[in-house]
C-alpha cells in the first residue's frame, strides 16, 4: 500500500504498468493532504485503483473536514462529510497494446494522460466539491445573526 500524502494534494499516480497487468489486479493508496481550492478542506482515506476491461475503476472511502461559513450566523466553522468515490476512467492511448485510441470526443470526465499518469487529486477535489452541503450550518440550533438595539446591546 503506498501513502499519498502531503501538505496540499497532488496525487499524480502513474498508472501505466497497472494498465499492462491482467484485468481485476488493484493498488492501494492511502491518502492524506490538503485541499485550497474553492474551499479548505483536509482529506483523508483509501482508494483502490483496480484494472478494469477498458481502462481503470477508481473505488475509495475518503473523509474530509471542511472550513465553512454558517449560512445562519456568518461564522466559521469546521463540517465533517465523508463520502464514496466510484469512477472509472480510461488511457488516452492505449499502453498494453501500443494503439492509440481517440477520446478527445467520448472522454467526459477524468482520463489517463499519454505518459500512464492520473490525476488522483483532481479527482478528489471535485468528488469533495460535490459533497459540500448546500446550506451550511454550524449546528440545527444555530439561532442566525443577532440584532443589535440603538445602544449595543441584543
Known amino acids: 500500500m503506498e501513502k499519498i500524502e502531503g501538505e496540499l494534494l497532488r ?11 491482467p484485468v481485476g489486479s488493484s ?3 492511502d491518502i ?13 482515506g483509501k482508494i483502490v485503483l483496480i ?3 477498458q481502462g ?8 474530509a473536514e471542511m472550513k465553512l461559513t454558517c449560512s445562519r450566523c456568518l461564522d466559521n466553522f469546521l463540517c465533517p462529510v465523508s463520502f464514496t468515490v466510484e ?7 492505449d499502453v498494453s497494446r501500443d494503439l ?9 470526465g477524468f482520463t489517463i494522460d499519454i505518459n500512464g499518469i492520473l490525476d488522483l487529486g483532481e479527482l478528489i477535489r471535485q468528488y469533495t466539491l460535490l459533497n459540500l452541503p448546500m446550506k451550511p450550518l454550524c449546528g440545527p440550533e444555530c439561532a442566525g445573526i443577532k440584532e443589535k438595539n440603538s445602544y449595543g446591546t441584543t
Open 11 to 21: 496525487a499524480l499516480v502513474n498508472v501505466a504498468q497497472l494498465l499492462k497487468e
Open 27 to 29: 493498488r492501494s493508496y
Open 51 to 53: 484494472r478494469s476491461g
Open 56 to 63: 481503470i475503476l477508481i473505488q475509495g472511502e475518503l473523509a
Open 100 to 108: 492509440v485510441i481517440s477520446l478527445t470526443e467520448k472522454a467526459d
Open 87 to 93: 469512477e472509472e476512467v480510461l488511457p488516452v492511448d
Open 32 to 44: 492524506n493532504g490538503i485541499i485550497k481550492e474553492q474551499v479548505e478542506a483536509s482529506v483523508e
